[in-house]
T-cell receptor
Framework: TQLLEQSPQFLSIQEGENLTVYCNSS?????LQWYRQEPGEGPVLLVT?????EVKKLKRLTFQFGDARKDSSLHITAAQPGDTGLYLC??????????FGTGTLLAVQP | NAGVMQNPRHLVRRRGQEARLRCSPV?????VYWYRQLPEEGLKFMVY????????ESGMPKERFSAEFPKEGPSILRIQQVVRGDSAAYFC??????????????FGPGTRLTVT
């Protein structure tokens, strides 16, 4: 059973387009994190959301935590080739371990 | 500030050999985590260690895998008698002591293990 389902699984778009990826669960989380992983590298933390309904912006990236704290979304405006990578949501389980979602692989074509 | 360092970056082993993966955490971080990334399974937790202690090894296979984080030196993930199914990317992460609800972990670049 996968606790965090991400959609879509794959996404290929042209430079300049907007996109949204989703992270859904039936469980309630105290916090949720988003990571980006580039090919051949480890995941890099983008943001942590804590409060239901919270919206955080990081340049062209907008993160939202659902009101019920069961889901989250990541919206990218005017995507660039540098946004290419694997986007992972994650929550902190017992003993600090991170439980990752299934991931969304994004390719932005120039 | 140096981030998490892992070596080697790439490791090739024949079936039956041993693989040793090393991880040096961010300076001042006393918590180390190991994760494995398989193409069809995503990124999965393996083990969580503090200095000289294993805190949570619920994600470790029961046989052939072991991990340590000694008082001095890097954390080591050891895989004995490797099989083809062990081929994967292994990531180490470190964090300072937990604060509030945040679990901010900093990941290394990974070791890509290939078993031939």
């Amino acid at each position: 059973t996968q606790l965090l389902e991400q959609s879509p699984q794959f996404l290929s778009i042209q430079e300049g387009e907007n996109l949204t990826v989703y992270c859904n669960s039936s469980s309630v989380f105290s916090s949720l994190q988003w990571y980006r992983q580039e090919p051949g590298e480890g995941p890099v933390l983008l943001v942590t959301v804590v409060t239901g309904g919270e919206v955080k912006k990081l340049k062209r990236l907008t993160f939202q935590f659902g009101d019920a704290r069961k889901d989250s979304s990541l919206h990218i405006t005017a995507a660039q080739p540098g946004d290419t990578g694997l986007y992972l949501c994650a929550f902190g389980g017992a003993t600090n371990k991170l439980i990752f979602g299934t991931g969304t692989l994004l390719a932005v074509q120039p | 500030n140096a981030g998490v360092m892992q070596n080697p970056r790439h490791l090739v082993r024949r079936r039956g050999q041993e693989a040793r993966l090393r991880c040096s955490p961010v300076k001042g971080h006393s918590h180390v985590y190991w994760y494995r990334q398989l193409p069809e399974e995503g990124l999965k937790f393996m083990v969580y260690l503090q200095k000289e202690n294993i805190i949570d090894e619920s994600g470790m296979p029961k046989e052939r895998f072991s991990a340590e984080f000694p008082k001095e030196g890097p954390s080591i993930l050891r895989i004995q008698q490797v099989v083809r199914g062990d081929s994967a990317a292994y990531f180490c992460a470190s964090s300072p002591p937990r604060q509030g609800v945040f679990y901010e972990q900093y990941f290394g670049p990974g070791t890509r293990l290939t078993v031939t």
